[in-house]
């Protein structure tokens, strides 16, 4: 199994495939204290992975484009992004989840004299008032 990640903003396009990602999450979150469905729903996704270091002069991964945009204040358009999660499997796409305008909860990045060059952790939710505009797909043929 792996995953793709594709966050599509103003000035940029952020890719991470297989190499990077480790784990993905997907989460319809209501609230825990109700006792009936809530009109109070959020969506979002968690994606950990390594930070891989470019060697022979080849282009750095995209975790520092992550790392940049987890700090793009509220006041900025381009906070908000398209991101794309693809979950694999057997080269098919198992499901697509597209949540149009995104921005980022948190990040953390984590170092250590054993793992190599690091890990990332990025959390990434949609905006509240565009949940209805989140898309959930699957089933696709074989790419």
């Not at 966050?7 to 979150?29: F, P, R, W």
């Not at 006041?75 to 305008?101: F, G, H, M, S, W």
Request: charged content about 30%; hydrophobic content about 35%.
């Amino acid at each position: 199994m792996g995953f793709r990640l594709k966050v599509e903003g103003q000035n940029e396009t952020i890719d991470l495939g297989m190499a990077n990602i480790q784990k993905a999450e997907y989460k319809t979150d209501t609230p825990d204290d109700s006792n009936a469905r809530s009109t109070d729903v959020g969506t979002l996704i968690i994606v950990t992975g390594k930070i891989i270091t470019a060697v022979n002069g080849e282009e750095a991964d995209h975790t520092l484009n992550l790392a940049k945009w987890s700090v793009v204040s509220a006041e900025k358009a381009d906070c908000y992004r398209v991101t794309t999660l693809e979950v694999i499997a057997a080269d098919q796409v198992v499901r697509k989840i597209i949540l149009p305008n995104s921005f980022v909860v948190d990040y953390t990045e984590k170092y250590g004299d054993t793992e190599g060059v690091g890990t990332f952790e990025i959390v990434i939710k949609q905006k509240k008032d565009k949940t209805e505009l989140t898309d959930i797909d699957g089933g696709f043929a074989q790419e």
